[in-house]
Nanobody, 123 residues
Framework: QVQLVESGGGLVQAGGSLRLSCAAS??????TGWFRQAPGKERDFVAA????????YYADSMRGRFAISREDAKNTVYLQMNSLKPDDTAVYYC??????????????????WGQGTQVTVSS
């Protein structure tokens, strides 16, 4: 089992920034990913990071604005979101994948999920 606790969501004006945190505990895993889901839409991949090394992965539309990182001492992964737009409004979820050969862009490849944190960007 892996427990994930997200934090850092909130209300921000367009052009602003937020940093989301995902604290993990429990068994080991290979990757942590961030997804987001807007009302009436599918859950979309945002970014992912390998548990070891420096490999990071981004959805094309997030690259350059969002940055994923981890702090191993705290078992925490962060998603720094800059230049936020109203279209970024969604519930953001972190998730972990146990396997090391997962397709990181697919939500069904992840094994454990956090409860989600709301991000609202006002225009």
């Amino acid at each position: 089992q892996v427990q994930l606790v997200e934090s850092g969501g909130g209300l921000v004006q367009a052009g602003g920034s937020l940093r989301l945190s995902c604290a993990a505990s429990g068994r080991t895993f290979s990757y942590t990913g961030w997804f987001r889901q807007a009302p009436g839409k599918e859950r979309d991949f945002v970014a992912a990071i390998k548990r070891t090394g420096h490999n990071t992965y981004y959805a094309d539309s997030m690259r350059g604005r969002f940055a994923i990182s981890r702090e191993d001492a705290k078992n925490t992964v962060y998603l720094q979101m800059n230049s936020l737009k109203p279209d970024d409004t969604a519930v953001y979820y972190c998730a972990v994948a146990i396997a090391s050969n997962s397709d990181l862009t697919r939500a069904d490849e992840y094994d454990y999920w956090g409860q989600g944190t709301q991000v609202t960007v006002s225009s």
